[in-house]
């Protein structure tokens, strides 16, 4: 069964904390996203990765960056957390285009609160 | 930019009526348009998907039509069950990217 684990499902941080979100996928996909999920606001993607090193900015990406260093894992940075970044964090893998399923894998999500 | 509508944001039916989901797309060049179904507390999952050289695809009682002209695609389930509650969203790809923008989403609620 594919899988796509985000490293932890509740964090509580402090405003101006640097905050690593992880997400390891055990598929061998070439593409990796990160989206966050806000009630009314459905899923908006903030990074998007389709290969090692290689990474391109989503709709929203300001106060995030990200690091793909291997294949497997894609991380989210928040350099300095605000409460406004309180959400819900997805991340996603597909294979690259080409291949019969285009579906994305989504990971079980981290319920970040930033206080 | 691209952007997703779906509507209603909330559907309730009765048991074994049929529930209908509607999305319209602004990229024209867009190719891709998936389904999600995300139960309470879990992740989104994909339910079933269609690509722009089909007009309507079926999987037992789940069916999504696109209609390309018009730039909408929608979701039909029929003999809705309780376990279909959840929230549902559709998406749409950004051109013929692997990336997808989100509709808002869907509270469907199926009443016993």
């Known amino acids: 069964d594919v899988k796509v684990t985000q490293s932890s499902r509740y964090l509580v941080k402090r405003t101006g904390e640097k905050v690593f979100l992880e997400c390891v996928q055990d598929m061998d996909h070439e593409n990796m996203f990160w989206y966050r999920q806000d009630p009314g606001l459905g899923l908006r993607l903030i990074y998007f990765s389709y290969d090692v090193k290689m990474k391109e900015k989503g709709d929203i990406p300001e106060g995030y960056s990200v690091s793909r260093e291997k294949k497997e894992r894609f991380s989210l940075i928040l350099e300095s957390a605000s409460t406004n970044q309180t959400s819900m964090y997805l991340c996603?893998?597909?294979?690259?285009?080409?291949?019969?399923?285009?579906?994305?894998?989504f990971g079980s999500g981290t319920r970040l609160t930033v206080v | 930019g691209e952007n997703v509508e779906q509507h209603p944001s909330t559907l309730s039916v009765q048991e074994g009526d049929s529930a209908v989901i509607k999305c319209t797309y602004s990229?024209?060049?867009?190719?891709?348009f998936p389904w999600y179904k995300q139960e309470l507390g879990k992740r989104p999952q994909l339910i079933i998907d269609i690509r722009s050289n089909v007009g309507e695809k079926k999987d037992q009682r789940i069916a999504v039509t696109l209609n390309k002209t018009a730039k909408h695609f929608s979701l039909h389930i029929t003999e809705t069950q309780p376990e279909d509650s959840a929230v549902y969203f559709c998406?749409?790809?950004?051109?013929?990217?692997?990336?997808?923008?989100f509709g808002t989403g869907t509270r469907l609620q199926v009443f016993p």
């Open positions: 996603a893998s597909r294979r690259f285009p080409g291949a019969t399923n285009y579906g994305y894998t």
């Open positions: 998406a749409a790809s950004i051109g013929n990217t692997d990336k997808l923008i």
């Open positions: 990229d024209s060049a867009s190719n891709y």
